[in-house]
């Protein structure tokens, strides 16, 4: 299958790279179905979360613990319950991302970490997850922090 996006240009995905987010993304609830696609740059350590729904739609994403020095927290067992994590073995296929907001001047680009996207890879879903361990949610990207 191919979509046409309008940031990517033509992006061909499987049926097997689709993630599925039940309850959508807050702000953006249609949308159910993403594919993750990694940048091509192997120094760029940011991906995109692309809507198949909706060619406009895409997110930059980026690993939190790359630049979030002591981040952690724990699944709710609803968010566990969701994405189908029922055990210490599952979380193996388990990652970990926070959007990333570019604005006019991108020496000012922050990352959520108050509110992460979580992916189990090996059952194909993600969500959007709330934590109540951080009250901010604009973290500069580029400096380290303590969490």
Known sequence: MIIATEHLG????????ILSFAHGIP??????????IPAEDIEFPFSY??????????????????FVEN????????DATALNVKNDEDLADIS????????????QTTINIMAPI????????????L???????????FRKIEG
């Open 118 to 129: 979580v992916i189990n890879h090996a059952a194909k879903v993600g969500r959007q997850v």
């Open 131 to 141: 934590l109540s361990e951080y009250s901010d949610t604009k973290f500069p990207l």
């Open 71 to 78: 981040y952690d927290f724990e699944l709710s067992s609803s």
């Open 10 to 17: 033509n992006i061909e995905y499987s049926e097997n790279d």
């Open 96 to 107: 970990v991302l926070t959007i990333v907001t570019i604005p006019n001047d991108v020496d």
């Open 27 to 36: 702000g953006f609830e249609e949308e159910k179905q993403f594919i993750l």
């Open 49 to 66: 979360l692309q809507s198949i729904q909706s060619a406009d739609l895409a997110f930059i994403v980026t690993d939190p613990f790359l």
